[in-house]
């Protein structure tokens, strides 16, 4: 069972780091960790909910790590990879990819290595070019699906990760959220008089949360872009489709016909309470020549988005009371509900955690607003 002390920093609608630490999270691209050093193994620093940790690949298996060696608890991230093991810069402590130091240079063949002497390793898989990495494996939790990745009908290009300074639930509410469109995107994603935007259902179930909303966006043929309609050739792009598994992917689809959508997939990964990176692609069904198109129109919207999202005051999603939410809030209002119950299962223990993700809402046309 997972308890939160007053010490320990606070997380998104007053959620504890314990809770997210039985989730995945992508921390680096495979390509960040074999630019990293020399021989393309790395290790890799990087921070996850507050925590410095190491990546490498050692015998061609990719390790996660607490970013500290245990003899004198300095950064194994400054050392090296080498074939079978990680070196320590410090004294040259080398360590297996079961975690287990199998060499201490300064000890004699007859001085046992201690056994105390071993990484704090954590669970770690690539998929989609990125590297994931759970904390915790009390309760079973997979990496988010984003099937728009095998897709043979879809070409996908992996956007450069950036980090802001807000929470993940900062991001992830921007993101899901169509009602700022007309304003802080205008001209690029919207525009007055399109400010009212239909809010259809919301469905919960296996651990993701679906809905389906109008953009009032249109493909301008004669430009080549996306955005408010500017002629009569413009074709309106049909209502989207927003997919989220909690607690911080998202994956945005747009489908025209049986051989022509887009999708854009992102990850919020919680650096710290604070401050989030975001992983991201964006699918089409274009060939590889629109690949600029698509990538600049998210630069655009990205560019637009930051000083908005980054004047967060708190940072982080903090007591809901303290903010007035209407009914087209009605999806991040969902999320948030869930976050909450995800959270106090947890510190319930991992059966309650595992019951708070299975649950099922499905909420009808005729269902009452959320608030």
């Given at each position: 069972m997972t308890t939160q002390t007053g010490n320990?920093?606070?997380?998104?609608?007053?959620?504890?780091?314990?809770?997210?630490?039985?989730f995945w999270h992508p921390v680096a691209t495979l390509e960040e960790l074999r630019a990293a050093k020399p021989g393309g193994r790395g290790p890799l620093q990087s921070k996850l909910l507050g925590e410095l940790i190491g990546i490498a690949e050692i015998g061609g298996k990719l390790i996660a790590f607490e970013d500290r060696c245990s003899h004198r608890g300095v950064a194994l991230t400054l050392g090296w990879a080498e074939e079978d093991g990680l070196r320590c810069k410090y004294h040259g402590w080398c360590y297996g990819n079961d975690g287990h130091c199998k060499e201490v240079p300064s000890l004699t063949a007859d001085q046992p290595i201690p056994a105390r002497a071993r990484l704090n390793q954590y669970d770690c898989e690539e998929r989609y070019g990125l590297i994931w990495v759970r904390m915790d494996s009390s309760v079973e939790t997979k990496i988010p699906s984003f099937h728009g990745?095998?897709?043979?009908?879809?070409?996908?290009?992996?956007?450069?990760?950036?980090q802001w300074p807000c929470s993940s639930g900062r991001r992830m509410e921007n993101f899901m959220d169509v009602t700022h469109f007309p304003f802080t995107h205008w001209g690029t994603l919207g525009a007055p008089p399109n400010t009212v935007f239909p809010v259809y259902p919301v469905?919960?179930?296996?651990?993701t949360l679906n809905w389906k909303t109008d953009t009032f966006l249109a493909h301008n043929p004669g430009q080549d872009t996306y955005g408010p309609p500017v002629d009569e050739d413009a074709v309106m792009?049909?209502?989207?489709?927003?997919?989220?598994?909690?607690?911080?992917?998202?994956?945005?689809?747009?489908?025209?016909?049986d051989t022509f959508s887009t999708q854009?997939?992102?990850?919020?990964?919680?650096?710290?309470?604070?401050?989030?990176?975001?992983?991201?692609?964006t699918c089409h069904t274009h060939d590889e020549s629109s690949d600029q198109i698509h990538l600049q129109l998210q630069d655009m919207v990205l560019g637009e988005d930051y000083p908005v999202v980054a004047s967060h005051t708190p940072a982080r999603i903090g007591d809901p009371r303290d903010e007035v939410s209407v009914f087209p809030d009605k999806p991040t209002i969902f999320w948030r509900r869930w976050i909450r119950e995800l959270d106090a299962g947890a510190k319930r223990g991992p059966e309650a955690l595992r019951e708070a993700l299975d649950?099922?809402?499905i909420e009808t046309a005729s269902s009452q607003p959320v608030g």
């Open positions: 320990e920093p606070v997380y998104d609608l007053n959620t504890s780091a314990a809770t997210w630490r039985h990745w095998d897709e043979d009908t879809l070409h996908c290009i992996m956007g450069e990760s950036y469905d919960q179930r296996n651990g792009l049909p209502p989207a489709e927003y997919l989220i598994e909690v607690p911080f992917s998202i994956t945005l689809r747009f489908t025209w016909s854009i997939f992102m990850h919020a990964t919680p650096v710290d309470e604070n401050t989030s990176r975001s992983y991201w692609f649950q099922v809402a």
